[in-house]
């Protein structure tokens, strides 16, 4: 049977970069998934806790992070949430619409600074001299301005409490330039860090005033971006934000322990899972299958995400350094870090702020710079045009839109019927045989859906003039078959309501309740399951009279109150026109339909062609 359900996205106006991006090709033969690179382990042996050195870290900006221990890493969640990321629009992609990592996410989790001077320079300086300065020891091996990792920590990791001044503050900016090399910006090569970022950690207090978890999320927006395309096999990053962002908002890989916020009044919330001593994990985790979380996101239901972690009465409880510069948090603006620039776009993801979502202006495209090739550029003045952007990031607040009214639903479903058209909607690999101990419910949802769209257009077949009894007979065979080869595919799965089959000597009314609670997609309300009947036994292959299968004759006026009740509002209810919420004014409205909730905005053609039969019966 012919897939009439497109992965997508149908309108391409969005995703420009399908044709190269790795969810296209999940099911070519070959196919690699990601690996995730971020030094942790080394970074976990070095546990500082000198106070002196811990005061210069508050100075500098570096304490939140210094308390962050790394976590072992989900390489199977990450490589499923990869396959989601979207460079186009800095955004992970869900059935639910999208999700990012935010500012807001950086500075709650990991308490780097946000809000400051951004972090940018030159790459070339008189390294021997500028080691020897600040550091008071010239490395072994300098090579392309690069030191080992495993030199700052033999030198540097053991400091007695006595110890001069100068030897404390060579130690915190070794620290520094430790992390930033084992974590915050981790290199490829896995051992080394390069020295273009010692210079600005010469003073603290400059140093304390650099937005360094910008720069953190604009490395991590780059390299999210180059690994979700095809043929990438690494992303170093990170890592431990990604993680940690993804169990404070999805449902799957979660432990199911973690430390209590009210123990974080000295570190970031991110330690709530680092700290928790010893985190526990159900069946919600599968570390070494990355086709569960596949199918786990492809059916997420709405019910299963946490928009909003962060609530109010979580940040009160907070330290001050990880609301610091919160008012920049909705900014829509430019990231900056060296050679690497790209855009935060909150107003895609409004819902992680507790407002209502609309439909989104387009994301411009910022050309992207690599450092190959520019090792004397001064990127500060190479990116002027960007950095003065970020300078004017308080007067680029994102707000609700004015469009959008008070009405969740309304607004959800608005914006989910564009989302659905401009959205990859299936990542799953298709299984053929899924093993006992595990069935993917992606796949059966995508072969009913399947289904249900032929069946749609098999009735379609029908409408257009009056069918013979021959006509009759081949489609309802041929839905027969179809359907048949669905039960083939799809796993068994028990089912705990009374299906009774369907009795053709009545009108059926199920399926057009005018609901008034929303449900979430994927997941019908108990009354939708209660009112589903089963589908009626083969048919016979003796001819049989048509009037036993058609129900019996109905008015024209019995059909056309059916229909308008669906469609059209009550006269004691007035309409509110909506249309999307973009800042577009030129865009065409479309017309919003009451009691139409997410979950059912695959099925509104289904509906309806039911209703184009009922009309043929009843002329």
């Known amino acids: 049977m012919a897939d009439l359900e497109e992965a997508g996205p149908v309108d391409e106006s969005v995703l420009t970069e399908q044709h190269l991006h790795r969810s296209s090709f999940i099911t070519t033969e070959g196919y690699r998934g990601v690996q995730f690179v971020e030094h942790g382990r080394k970074l976990n042996q ?13 100075q500098s900006g570096f304490y939140g992070i210094s308390r962050l221990r790394r976590l072992q890493l989900d390489q199977s969640l990450l490589g499923a949430l990869v396959e989601r990321w979207r460079r186009e629009t800095q955004t992970f992609h869900f059935r639910h619409g999208e999700m990012t990592i935010t500012l807001q996410d950086v500075a709650v989790i990991s308490g780097l600074r946000v809000d400051g001077a951004p972090v940018t320079g030159t790459t070339q300086h ?57 974590s915050l910006f981790p290199n490829p090569t896995g051992y080394r860090v390069h020295l273009k970022w010692l210079p600005l ?19 991590l927006y780059r390299a999210l971006g180059t690994a979700s ?7 170093c990053c990170f890592a431990t934000l990604v993680q940690i962002w993804a169990w404070d908002h999805l449902h799957v890989g979660r432990p199911t322990g973690v430390g209590a916020i009210a123990d974080m009044a000295d570190c970031p919330l991110g330690c709530r899972w680092t700290n928790a001593g010893g985190l526990r994990f159900g069946a919600n985790v599968r570390t070494t299958d990355i086709e569960f979380y596949r199918d786990e996101l492809d059916q997420q239901r709405e019910t299963q995400i946490t928009w909003r972690p962060y609530t109010d009465a979580v940040l009160e409880v907070l330290p001050a350094f990880c609301v610091q510069g919160s008012e ?36 411009e495209t910022i050309r992207r710079f690599t450092s190959q090739g520019r090792p004397d550029e001064h990127w500060g003045h190479f990116h002027a045009a960007h950095i003065e952007r970020w300078g004017q990031r308080l007067q680029a607040i994102i707000d609700q839109h004015l469009i959008v009214g008070d009405d969740p639903v309304q607004a959800t479903s608005i914006y989910m019927e564009w989302y659905w058209q401009i959205t990859r909607r299936w990542i799953s690999r298709p299984v053929q045989r899924p093993p006992l101990t595990y069935q993917p419910r992606g796949q059966t949802e995508r072969a009913l859906v399947d289904a249900i769209r032929q069946t749609q257009y098999s009735i379609r077949s029908l409408v257009h003039d009056r069918p013979s009894y021959d006509a009759v007979m081949e489609v309802l065979t041929g839905i027969d078959i179809d359907l048949d080869s669905v039960l083939e595919y799809i796993p068994t799965i028990p089912v705990a309501t ?5 009795d053709f000597g009545h009108a059926s009314t199920s399926g057009h309740h005018h609901r ?10 108990p009354s939708d399951v209660a009112d589903i009947p089963a589908a009626p036994e083969r048919f016979p292959t003796r001819p049989l009279d048509l009037d036993l299968l058609l129900p019996p004759p109905v008015s024209r006026d019995h059909f056309t109150f059916v229909y308008s009740r669906r469609h059209a509002a009550s006269s004691s209810q007035a309409r509110r026109t909506s249309r999307p919420a973009t800042i577009d004014e030129t865009q065409a409205i479309p017309e919003h339909r009451e009691g139409v909730m997410i979950g059912d905005l695959d099925a509104m053609a289904d509906i309806e062609a039911i209703d184009d039969i009922l009309l043929l019966i009843s002329l």
Do not use: N
Request: net charge negative; hydrophobic share 45%.
């Open 201 to 219: 950690l010469a003073d603290f207090d400059a140093c304390g005033g650099l937005a360094w978890g910008s720069a953190a999320l604009a490395y």
């Open 328 to 363: 920049v948090w909705r900014s829509r603006t430019t990231l900056i870090c060296f050679h690497i620039v790209e855009l935060h776009v909150p107003d895609r993801v409004l819902r992680q702020f507790g407002l209502l979502q609309h439909i989104p202006i387009h994301v």
């Open 516 to 525: 008034q609670t929303p449900t979430s997609a994927g997941s019908p309300s």
């Open 229 to 235: 395309l095809k043929d990438k096999v690494e992303c």
């Open 126 to 182: 008189p390294w021997i001299e500028i080691c020897q300065e600040l550091l008071g020891v010239v490395p072994d091996g300098i090579r392309a301005g690069q030191i080992r990792l495993d030199w700052i920590y033999q030198h540097f990791h053991h400091i007695h409490l006595d110890a001069p001044a100068g030897l404390v503050a060579a130690t915190a900016r070794a620290y520094m330039l430790y992390q930033i090399g084992c």
């Open 46 to 58: 070095w546990d500082m806790d000198h106070p002196a050195v811990l005061d210069l870290l508050r």
């Open 498 to 502: 009374d299906i009774r089959g369907r």
